[in-house]
């Protein structure tokens, strides 16, 4: 006779960058947890998985790939944090719940799709929920200005 297949409750290690935070174990985090909208972080997911394509009602085109999701919890009185990247902003709405509004943000560089999205937590007006879509293709503009003096100088050195 098979085995049946091991039950679902098995913790599985996967990597934190492209998987859900495990559950929550104390309250902060049970109400840090509850804060990010889980419907809408899935939803694209849910409905990629269940077989629609990127072109429907066409034979032999591939599923579209899901962007890899990153929630970062920080504790700042300043909403929009330096992470070496440049951002436009292209939108902002309310949110269910919380006083205090979403920003949705998009990488600035021409062939970068990165979107980043900025909200304060409904408990935790002192904690700034910062959700990266995507892994950028390019350098961080930042690191790039502080390093160009560097590259001129071995530019420089290198034509002797």
Same mark, same amino acid.
């Given at each position: 006779?098979?085995?049946?297949?091991?039950?679902?409750?098995?913790?599985?290690?996967?990597?934190?960058?492209?998987?859900?935070?495990?559950?929550?174990?104390?309250?902060?985090?049970?109400?840090?947890?509850?804060?990010?909208?889980?419907?809408?972080?899935?939803?694209?997911?849910?409905? #990629?998985?269940? $077989?629609?394509?990127?072109? /429907?009602?066409?034979?032999?085109?591939? &599923?579209?790939? !899901?962007? +890899? =999701?990153?929630?970062?919890?920080?504790?700042?009185?300043?909403?929009? #944090?330096?992470? $070496?990247?440049?951002?436009? /902003?292209?939108?902002?709405?309310?949110? &269910?719940?919380? !006083?205090? +509004? =979403?920003?949705?943000?998009?990488?600035?560089?021409?062939?970068?799709?990165?979107?980043?999205?900025?909200?304060?937590?409904?408990?935790?007006?002192?904690?700034?929920?910062?959700?990266?879509?995507?892994?950028?293709?390019?350098?961080?503009?930042?690191?790039?200005?502080?390093?160009?003096?560097?590259?001129?100088?071995?530019?420089?050195?290198?034509?002797?």
């Amino acid at each position: 006779m098979d085995e049946l297949p091991p039950p679902l409750t098995q913790n599985i290690n996967v990597p934190i960058s492209y998987s859900l935070p495990s559950p929550p174990h104390d309250l902060m985090q049970t109400q840090i947890a509850s804060d990010i909208d889980w419907v809408s972080l899935l939803s694209a997911a849910v409905g #990629l998985e269940n $077989g629609s394509t990127k072109h /429907k009602g066409r034979v032999g085109r591939t &599923k579209k790939t !899901i962007p +890899p =999701r990153i929630a970062f919890h920080t504790k700042s009185p300043d909403d929009i #944090l330096d992470d $070496g990247f440049r951002w436009r /902003k292209y939108g902002q709405k309310a949110v &269910k719940n919380s !006083i205090h +509004p =979403r920003s949705y943000y998009r990488c600035t560089h021409h062939t970068c799709y990165v979107k980043k999205q900025i909200q304060r937590h409904s408990k935790d007006a002192s904690i700034v929920v910062t959700t990266y879509e995507g892994i950028h293709n390019h350098p961080c503009e930042q690191l790039m200005e502080s390093l160009s003096p560097l590259l001129r100088q071995l530019q420089f050195l290198s034509s002797f």
